[in-house]
């Protein structure tokens, strides 16, 4: 068997559907062999599998920390993007911190996903957690990276505002660079919103059926996803509402609508699971 991607489809599951087959006719398994190289991580989330280790953080492997502290020079302290927040710049601003925000809750619900995997008590869920943690972290990626957009497209913006318009044809120019620069400004936080609300509803799936002890940490999550939405959704409305031409953002005010309308419906079931699974 060719296993292409362990997160999705990781070794134990694999040995264990195997064992099961094999059960059906009365038959074991009687070894296993490595055919070819594997990753380290692969190795280490069957042992966490096997050993059912609660809160296991990788950090704790005595080799990894070895390694990492031989071959890691010191490093000067990098400013840290709360820093850069805080600082009195025109970026990063609101629009990077709606994003900011919707990693921090794309990171969670990766989190919780993982402290539900390798758990006997909810093996029935395993495979939606896999699939979870995997579309969590994706999410994740593309919203930290919104991070960066965000702060370039609003600096084009004020580029744009800063070109020549001397002649008619310097003020052709600047207004046609004012209104694609605007439009791309508007389209950033609308890409942070339709991942904002993708991020509500993984942490409603873990809410519901996830590591009961996490239940707080997939309600972080929803948190920081309603934030990012919100904030998100400022921006593309503030973008939109500076062109000359109200039209041209009308079909994207119409999704944000409609992402504003599904986060209320997610919203009022993780209410529910709030008070039916955590109890507040």
Not at 168 to 184: D, S
Not at 216 to 225: H, K, T, W
Request: proline content about 3%; some cysteine; glycine content about 6%.
């Amino acid at each position: 068997m060719n296993l292409t991607n362990f997160r999705e489809t990781p070794i134990a599951r694999v040995v264990e559907m195997v064992r099961r087959e094999a059960q059906r006719y009365g038959v074991g398994i009687h070894h296993s062999e490595l055919v070819g190289l594997i990753p380290h991580e692969a190795l280490v989330d069957a042992a966490v599998w096997y050993t059912q280790l609660d809160a296991f953080d990788k950090e704790q492997i005595l080799e990894t920390r070895i390694v990492d502290s031989s071959t890691s020079p010191a490093q000067p302290k990098p400013v840290s993007f709360l820093e850069e927040l805080a600082a009195p710049t025109a970026t990063p601003g609101g629009g990077s911190a709606g994003a900011y925000a919707g990693a921090m809750g794309a990171g969670l619900i990766a989190m919780v996903a993982g402290l539900t995997i390798g758990k006997k008590k909810y093996a029935e869920v395993e495979a939606q957690m896999q699939a979870i943690r995997v579309m969590a972290e994706s999410l994740r990626k593309e919203l930290t990276q919104a991070v960066d957009d965000d702060s370039s497209a609003f600096e084009a913006v004020m580029g744009a505002f800063k070109l020549p318009k001397e002649t008619e044809e310097e003020q052709t120019k600047r207004n046609a660079a004012i209104h694609v620069a605007t439009l791309n400004a508007a389209r950033v936080p609308l890409r942070v919103a339709k991942d904002a609300v993708k991020v509500m509803e993984l942490a409603l799936k873990c809410a519901k059926e996830a590591n009961i002890n996490a239940v707080s940490d997939s309600l972080s999550g929803f948190a920081m996803a309603r934030a990012a939405l919100a904030a998100a959704g400022y921006n593309v409305k503030i973008n939109l509402n500076s062109l000359e031409d109200k039209s041209v953002g009308e079909k994207m005010l119409d999704e944000l609508k409609e992402l504003e309308a599904k986060a209320e419906m997610l919203e009022k079931d993780i209410r529910e699971v709030m008070r039916s699974r955590g109890g507040i």
